[in-house]
């Protein structure tokens, strides 16, 4: 059974899981395949022309994050926010119970509401998106974490 850190970090939806390094906690049992993760992450890495420095600098940490959300459809090709791609992602990647598959339907559409106003680069509107799943997912930590029985 996934650890709680693991199935809220997967709730948060890629936001968490696939822009930065996990902890050694995080990682015990991850829900997200992390070969996946990382193969989105290196191709983003060499697109953007960064170097190992450049990757683990946090600055450059929301400009991956924003390449890798476009790769899994979380942000358009115009580096607008998807609801339909989220979940499709959510789908796909997490093949989550239809539980938490509604918890995260919730989740996409609640973060829509809140960032629909938001008038920014593409990689400042994916560290907002970030931060948002993992508000939600915080705020809804028990409805996340509940096994089914």
Known sequence: MPSTTTVLVAAALLGLALSAPMSSEES???VLPPEEIKMNHDACVKEL??????RKDPKTKDKILACMFKKD??????????VEGTIANAVKVLKASPEKLALIKE??????KTLAD???P???LAGRIQR?????????KSAVTKTPA
């Open 122 to 124: 593409e990689d400042v």
């Open 107 to 112: 989740m996409a559409a609640e973060c829509k």
């Open 28 to 30: 015990e049992e991850s």
């Open 49 to 54: 022309g960064l170097t190992e420095a450049d």
């Open 73 to 82: 459809g979380t942000m358009t090709d115009d580096g607008q926010f998807s």
């Open 132 to 140: 948002c799943f993992h508000e939600y997912a915080k705020a809804h």
């Open 118 to 120: 938001v008038k920014a």
